[in-house]
């Protein structure tokens, strides 16, 4: 869920811009949408809009690894020779001990480049979209380029997949760690059996050295699952439990987090697509923004975070600034008016920030 990764994979760079030489012309991935940007805002510079096709074009530097890569390429000759390739990638990649350790998409999760969190456990994968703050979703990008490799985690791309024998991966680790949950999927998806909701209700519960952070756009059923499992109790405290609102739209996603029997609640404005005005924050205990990051990411305007700043600040409410977002998550960094907000729910307080 709606976070990203930076990926960096040096030792394959090389041959990824080899490969993709032939195909920089046609390297356009279509955007589902277009952006007014003003002139005068901060506008990141590795996006281009082309005009007529409301397409972005994806620009390439040594830095920007994996992501953004020739796998994207549409040109015929690139994307053949890339398939072909794609396998020999696969055991490149799985060979390296440091990309193991980035938390992405399902390798080893026990260490994440996500800011708010230390680690990430997928015991779901694959998602389909809901809302506006799906279209660019990273998961979905990560996951579908893998789609066809044989033995690769993400063989049948970002399909929804139960994944069993990864249940126990929190009881596994033994230091204390804030665990973002299904970084690559939304648990309460429809096509989740709540059978297997509770399976991970059931380790959450029993692995309560750490702090679970489970983070939905199917709100409603949250809630519905939530008040059936808790009823007449809350969810444990270090569960935390909260809903993404990228705009006004998914506003109502808040009044079915506050509905919800949780002791601790959060919102992940990410990625903040639009002003969201007058947000009720009562019985909300953190709130994370952050900007859109990838080859096509919107437009962020600072108003707009400047606004949930302020009300966090009126309200008292935890503020977590993650980034401006960009080709790359920091891309633009996360300075807000000089400051880096990093505030974390007071239940957490004492805890070494992630
Ligand atoms: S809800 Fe699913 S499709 Fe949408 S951003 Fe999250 S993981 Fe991606």
Redesign the pocket.
Known sequence: ??GRHPLQVPAIIQLDVTLSRQSQRHESTPCNFRNSLPASSVVNPIWQESPGNGACRLQRSRGQGFVGSGLVARNVTSSCVISILRPFLFVIISGRSSLSRTGIGGFMADRTGIEWTDATWNPVTG????SR??DN?Y??RFAERFRGVVGHPYESGFDLTLRPERLDQPLRWQRSRLVFVNSM??LFHKDVPWEFVDRVFDVMEEADHHFFQVLT?RSSLMRNYLLRRYAGSTVPKHIWCGVSVEDRKALSRVKHLQDSPVEVRFLSMEPLLESLGEVDLSGIHWVIVGGESGPCARYIDPTWVVEIRDLCDGRQVPFFFKQWGGFRPKSRGRDLGGEKYSEMPGIFAGRQSP
């Open positions: 869920m709606g998602c389909t979209k809901v703050g799906c979703c998961a979905a999927s939304d756009k």
